[in-house]
Structure formats: structure tokens, C-alpha cells
């Protein structure tokens, strides 16, 4: 498989340096079998510019420096929306206490507040500086964008998110046929759904924007 790749980019590269047009390639490949996906990829490879050479575009990159960099800001991004959560969800079982709960469990929810607290002062404003200095750096060199460990952490992050707002979904349907919604489950429901569908909006959009700017 790999040689034929290679075989499809050969021909793709002799075929742009004698001149030939790029619609014309991409209808001959068709005709001989190649997907429409594979023929995309492989011009894709040469930018669309008048020369007499074919000129390669910026291709996907692997840095162990942003892999570091982008390692810290999705680590913080996601300690820092749990304990977000988890903070607000203490927040409301305080004030929609259950007149079911013991001393104990009420100490321990003031430990979990602590836990929380503590958590989102120090993941917070690291994500922030990290986020900062890597928007910087993309904004002086935009084919820094490239970045494949940067791409694979955007979309596990999307996966993470629309993951959990399917199943923040499921859990309030499978207790509304069941009879069994509380104001306190109303509003944790609603607490994970906007703090993951703000993170999926946000990184969704930034690909949007990544792919309009392409």
C-alpha cells in the first residue's frame, strides 16, 4: 500500500513539472481506479502556483517541544474543567442539600470543594500562559498549525467532549422516563453540558477557522 502511495505521488509530481493541468490528472487517475480522496491528498501535497518545478506544501510535522507544550495545555484544560464540574456540583448539593446526607457525607464534600478549589488555581492559569504563548507563536508562523501532536490532541479532545455531552444526554433521558428529576439533577446536568459543549464549540471552531484560512 505504502508503495503504491508513493507510486501516486511520483506520478502526480512528473505530471505537474511537464505541465499538465491538474483537472486533467485528477480525471486520468479517476479513470484509472484511484478514490477521489487519495487524488485530493496527493495534489494536495504541491502548492497551486506558477513555477517550473512543482512546489511542495508545508507537510504535518511531529516536535518534541510542542509536543511538551500542547501535552501541558490539554492536561491542564482537562484537569481544569473537571474540577470545574466537580466544584459546582458540591456547590449545588450544598445548596440543595438531600436531608438524606450524614456528617460524613458532608465532610467529605467539603474535602472534594477544597480538592477542586486548589486544583483550578494551579491548572487555570497554566492553561491560560500555555494557550497564550502557543497563540502567539501561531500567529508569527501559522504553519506551525500543522503540528500532528497539536491535530491528535484537538481531536481527542472533540472525541472527550461530544462523549460526554452523549452521555450527560443519555443520563437525563434515562431519568426523565423514569420518573426521577430533582432540581439538583436538573442543574448538574446542566453544568456538564455547558462546560463540555463550550470546550467542543470552541476547539470545533478553531478548526473551522484552520480550514477557512486553508
Not at 145 to 158: D, F, G, I, K, P
Request: glycine share 6%; aromatic share 12%; charged share 20%.
Amino acid at each position: 500500500m505504502a508503495s503504491a502511495t508513493q507510486d501516486l505521488e511520483l506520478f502526480v509530481r512528473e505530471s505537474l513539472a511537464a505541465g499538465v493541468a491538474r483537472e486533467e490528472i485528477r480525471a486520468t487517475l479517476a479513470r484509472a481506479g484511484w478514490p477521489p480522496e487519495q487524488v485530493v491528498s496527493a495534489l494536495d501535497v504541491w502548492a497551486d502556483i506558477p513555477s517550473a518545478i512543482p512546489v511542495p506544501r508545508p507537510r504535518p510535522y511531529l516536535s518534541a517541544r510542542e509536543a511538551f507544550l500542547y501535552l501541558v495545555l490539554f492536561t491542564t484544560l482537562y484537569v481544569a474543567a473537571y474540577h470545574l464540574g466537580s466544584l459546582l456540583f458540591d456547590l449545588i448539593t450544598r445548596a440543595l442539600p438531600d436531608p438524606a446526607d450524614s456528617e460524613y457525607v458532608i465532610g467529605r464534600l467539603e474535602r472534594s470543594m477544597r480538592w477542586s478549589v486548589a486544583s483550578l488555581v494551579i491548572a487555570f492559569p497554566v492553561f491560560l500562559f500555555v494557550a497564550r504563548y502557543l497563540g502567539r507563536e501561531l500567529a508569527r508562523s501559522p504553519v506551525k498549525r500543522l503540528s500532528a501532536v497539536r491535530r491528535w490532541l484537538t481531536y481527542l479532545t472533540l472525541f472527550v467532549a461530544s462523549a460526554v455531552l452523549v452521555g450527560d444526554m443519555i443520563t437525563l433521558v434515562f431519568n426523565l422516563l423514569g420518573g426521577e428529576l430533582t432540581l439538583r439533577f436538573v442543574l448538574k446536568v446542566l453544568v456538564v453540558a455547558v462546560i463540555a459543549g463550550t470546550v467542543f464549540g470552541y476547539y470545533l471552531g478553531d478548526l473551522r477557522r484552520e480550514e477557512r484560512e486553508a
